[in-house]
């Protein structure tokens, strides 16, 4: 899992609060996703960054707001969150456009993200 | 639209016995497949995929897959299985014919456990 990296692992936070979550990824890969795992539900697509554009956005609320400053780093960026937000978020990277019908996702540790 | 479904829950198996966890899945093209693994606390690890040729796939771990088009499914498999093989397995899919990126559709999970 050292390709691709998440921090924090934990995050406990209010209501009110603002926070971020990191990922880098050491693959050299050209693609990137944030996906929500909540128990006894399918992996939800979040948002795509492809070449550091967004190219998916999945109707996600607004109090989400993700940034790509270049193709190793993804940030999501929390604010105003709701206790049903508690979940994992997972990282992943791919090679993307270049690579196509090969193209495989590689995955961060991930984040336990919890409300109050 | 493309789908994934794990009719199973859960899976028990001895240790030493075969272990099967099943999948099946819908799109309109051609279908690209995956299996993912995630132990506790931790990430989804990539184990094999099915793209085009040999309709039986050789991954990681021992694990192998067969590729069904018939009956749409793409079970995972594995000769002789291992208490540490105990983990949630996930199959995910993409649609060749959408041109949609790397969208992948996930599975609800597999939860297998080996059992001395």
């Known amino acids: 899992e050292t390709g691709v990296t998440q921090t924090p692992r934990h995050l406990v936070m209010g209501m009110t609060n603002k926070k971020s979550l990191k990922c880098e990824q050491h693959?050299?890969?050209?693609?990137m996703y944030w996906y929500k795992q909540s128990a006894k539900k399918p992996l939800e697509l979040m948002f795509v960054y492809s070449l550091e554009e967004r190219v998916e956005n999945n109707s996600v609320p607004s109090r989400f707001s993700p940034e790509c400053p270049n193709s190793s780093h993804l940030f999501l960026h929390l604010h105003t969150l709701q206790p049903e937000d508690s979940a994992l978020y997972l990282c992943?990277?791919?090679?993307?456009?270049?690579?196509?019908?090969?193209?495989?996702?590689?995955f961060g540790p991930g984040t336990r993200l919890t409300v109050l | 639209a493309q789908s994934v479904a794990q009719p199973e829950d859960q899976v028990n198996v001895a240790e030493g016995n075969p272990l099967t966890v099943k999948c099946t899945y819908s799109?309109?093209?051609?279908?690209?497949l995956f299996w993912y693994v995630q132990y506790p606390n931790r990430g989804l690890q990539f184990l094999l995929k099915?793209?085009?040729?040999?309709?039986l796939v050789k991954g990681s771990y021992g694990f192998e897959a067969e590729f069904n088009k018939s009956q749409t499914s793409f079970h995972l498999k594995k000769p002789s299985a291992l208490v540490s093989d105990s983990a949630l397995y996930f199959c995910a899919v993409r649609d060749g014919i959408t041109g949609g990126g790397n969208k992948l559709t996930f599975g609800t999970g597999t939860q297998l456990k080996v059992e001395l």
């Open positions: 992943a990277s791919s090679q993307g456009p270049t690579s196509g019908t090969t193209d495989t996702q590689y």
């Open positions: 799109v309109s093209g051609n279908p690209y």
């Open positions: 693959l050299g890969h050209n693609a």
């Open positions: 099915y793209i085009t040729g040999d309709n």
